[in-house]
């Protein structure tokens, strides 16, 4: 539940962002009311798009059954952890010329048409991804479709409530901060769901185990339940981890902070 409100919020708010920015780019323009249309006009195509691919998402699931359903939800599963990774990748590397990059290609398509192309990619990709990611977690933790339905609506509620705020106080809320918060807590759900992928691996025997387990930590903290539960859904814990899930998991690690460093080296 907690990792379907954080994924969520993410994407909203890098997507109301995104349209904040192009709406202030249109308020500078001689005949705005046109441009705002055609905005919401792709924000509205936007969202259709990504429902569409829930919808195909879905579909494509009812026509697999056995080892080819299984298959088709772990590649689902460790697509998604692939998937916010090179989000995160993405956001750190762009994020701070965000704002730039997007008045600069609203002034160069110029027109209604290219104003509404931009809007409904943005909105598309951000709900794509959303979709993805919604459907890894339901098959990592088994939420019931009610409970991500819940945890959406209060993602986006709270996404709002963010993107108002970084509006309106922007002195004591900095973009970059949120920002860099969120690469965390996605590292994390990343990891989690790298976690449950390889977890169900080494049940099916598809991969060796190598030590299972390491060690036995359920007398500290077992993951079944209260904040062993919570920290094994978030971010991974096992209190009796396979030598393979350990292996998996730091060379996911060691991944994304180099990628994290070297993207930082580079120059802006």
């Not at 994020?95 to 609203?106: K, T, V, Y």
């Not at 690469?183 to 691996?201: H, K, T, V, Y």
């Not at 359920?218 to 209190?239: C, K, T």
């Amino acid at each position: 539940m907690l990792n379907a409100i954080v994924i969520v919020w993410r994407e909203s708010l890098e997507a109301m962002l995104v349209v904040g920015v192009l709406l202030a780019w249109i308020a500078r323009q001689p005949e705005p009311a046109g441009l705002r249309r055609s905005l919401w006009g792709g924000i509205a195509a936007g969202v259709l798009l990504a429902a569409a691919l829930g919808g195909a998402t879905f579909a494509a699931q009812s026509s697999f059954a056995g080892d080819a359903l299984e298959r088709f939800q772990l590649a689902l599963l460790f697509f998604a952890a692939g998937l916010i990774l090179q989000m995160v990748l993405w956001m750190h590397r762009h994020g701070r010329h965000m704002r730039r990059q997007l008045e600069s290609q609203a002034a160069d398509v110029g027109g209604r048409l290219g104003l509404a192309l931009i809007a409904a990619l943005a909105v598309a990709r951000e709900g794509a991804e959303t979709v993805v990611f919604l459907y890894g977690l339901g098959l990592e933790g088994g939420d019931g479709l009610p409970a991500l339905a819940a945890a959406a609506v209060a993602g986006l509620l709270l996404a709002a409530a963010t993107s108002w705020l970084v509006a309106r106080g922007a002195r004591f809320l900095k973009l970059a901060t949120l920002f860099r918060v969120s690469e965390i807590l996605l590292l994390f759900i990343a990891n989690a769901m790298l976690a449950s992928g390889i977890d169900r691996l080494v049940g099916l025997d598809w991969l060796p185990p190598l030590l299972d387990p390491v060690w036995d930590s359920s007398f500290l903290l077992a993951d079944g339940q209260g904040a062993g539960r919570l920290l094994a859904d978030f971010a991974g814990y096992r209190a009796r981890p396979s030598g393979m899930l350990l292996a998996a998991c730091a060379a996911f690690w060691c991944l994304a902070l180099w990628r994290l460093r070297a993207l930082d080296r580079k120059p802006a």
